[in-house]
């Protein structure tokens, strides 16, 4: 994943800035906020905002104070107050927006929580922190081999440094609650550091770890989502999706996410159905609805018994159908309010690009036939009539021939072919010829 800047490499790292997702310009990295208010200036008097805020490996953010005030700008490496020793992020907000997030993540401003920044990060705190980040990989290898001794029931997904090196933090899924205080000794022995074990959800992981989705994009989780809603079954009932355990989950192998995007726009559009379970009295007998349409506005029912034959109408007529209903007045039939069933599906496809028609191997193959002429009463030419038509076509005069020859050529009928002499012919005119030589 890169930025529009720096694009991708071969390996899926950044060509230009080689930060692997760290640029300065922050377009590559997830969750960013796009500062609108940057190119604004602040009014006369009022000092800027104090609070910046920083993120750290994934989708980790925290707000930090500037008591130092230092000039931070998006994309500055610091080192922030950690407990023990200090930690390395990325600015990636600064300024009045930086207020609203705070609002929008219910932090308070003038809260004792808020930890300070020491100062922008050094040569040494960048080697440090990227030898620990180096290391993570190999240390989450061995920490899943331990685990696995121990025989407990979790999975560590991932694992994140601190920036001085001193503090791990392990990220691990289980289905229930785990003992792992074994676990942790195993762990500070091997890796000489201090170690924190954190549980998340699977909707965590997958917003963590990232990835691609059903839909050819990457998951809405690792990208701009923050909040997890809960998704249920019934947000795809509303939407009329078959409820395929497969289809409906997503990378967490939870429910997918995105369910709960359109549902406000299928529950806005269902309020002017009736209930789906309704049935509708008529002359001929009871009908059940079969199949609604939701944006269309269609219904389609069928009589008790005749389950085949569905009839399609539209919400309005169904509404005036139970209003009779509710006053014991049953209607005829359903066939004096639906509408046809059969409807001209037939799609003419434009030769756009110059290409052939796409149904051009359909067609059998005609077989080549030779067209004979035919006279003016439509019986077939004789020889002599089409040796007559040829000899009444203009003839080209030849610039190079001679008025003789023109008229030679008249008397004969046109251009004849020359006939081939005998053997006879050719023997005398080679005897003519050696007697000239002698």
């Known amino acids: 994943m890169g930025c529009t800047s720096c694009s991708t490499g071969k390996d899926g790292q950044p060509r230009g800035c080689k930060n692997n997702g760290t640029c300065g310009s922050d377009g590559c ?3 960013t906020v796009f500062d609108w208010l940057s190119n604004m200036a602040l009014p006369n008097g009022q000092k800027p ?10 989708s980790r953010k925290a707000f930090f104070r500037n008591t130092e005030n230092l000039s931070l700008s998006i994309g500055d490496v610091v080192a922030t107050e950690a407990s023990p020793g200090h930690d390395v992020g990325i600015v990636t907000l600064t300024g009045e927006l930086v207020k609203v997030q705070m609002k929008h993540k219910k932090v308070s401003l003038d809260s004792d929580e808020i930890k300070k920044i020491y100062r922008k ?35 560590i997904s991932d694992v994140e440094f601190q920036g001085d090196g001193s503090k791990a933090t392990f990220y691990y ?15 500070a022995k091997a890796f000489n550091i201090r170690i924190e074990m954190r549980q998340i959800g699977y909707r965590q992981e997958a917003a963590r770890l990232g990835g691609v989705g059903s839909c050819g994009r990457e998951l809405c989780c690792s990208t701009w989502l923050t909040d997890f809603r809960s998704v249920s079954t019934a947000a795809a009932r509303y939407q009329q999706l078959s409820l395929n355990p497969q289809k409906l989950a997503g990378q967490c192998g939870k429910l997918k996410c995105c369910l709960n995007f359109e549902l406000d726009a299928y529950l806005d559009a269902l309020k002017s159905f009736p209930k789906a379970d309704t049935k509708v009295m008529t002359a001929k007998g009871k009908a059940v609805c079969q199949k609604i349409d939701i944006f269309k ?38 066939e004096e309010y639906a509408s046809e069933l059969e409807e001209d599906t037939k799609i003419d496809f434009e030769n756009v690009v110059g290409q052939d028609s796409l149904t051009r191997f359909d067609r059998p193959k005609r077989k080549k036939s030779r067209r004979k002429n035919q006279g003016r009463g439509g019986q077939q030419a004789t020889k002599g009539q089409r040796g007559k038509s040829k000899g009444n076509r203009p003839q080209k005069e030849s610039s190079g021939a001679t008025k003789d020859q023109q008229q030679k050529q008249q008397k004969g009928g ?12 050719r023997r005398n005119k080679a005897r003519q010829q050696g007697d000239k030589n002698e």
């Open 297 to 334: 506005g269609w219904m389609w029912f069928a009589y008790e018994g005749e389950w085949m034959n569905w009839y399609k109408l539209k919400t309005s007529h169904v509404h005036e159908i139970l209003e009779l209903n509710a006053k014991n007045e049953p209607v005829p039939s359903l």
């Open 414 to 425: 046109g251009n004849q072919k020359k006939r081939r002499p005998n053997k006879n012919q």
């Open 49 to 58: 905002f104090d609070c910046v805020e920083v993120r750290f490996k994934n």
């Open 173 to 187: 899924t289980a289905e229930g609650r785990v003992d792992f205080r074994q676990l942790i000794k195993d762990m």
């Open 121 to 155: 990060a050094s040569q040494r705190d960048v080697e440090i922190w990227s030898a620990s980040r180096n290391k993570e990989a190999e240390v989450q290898k061995r920490a899943r081999e331990l685990a696995i001794r121990l025989g407990l029931e979790m999975k």
């Open 29 to 31: 990295n997830k969750l």
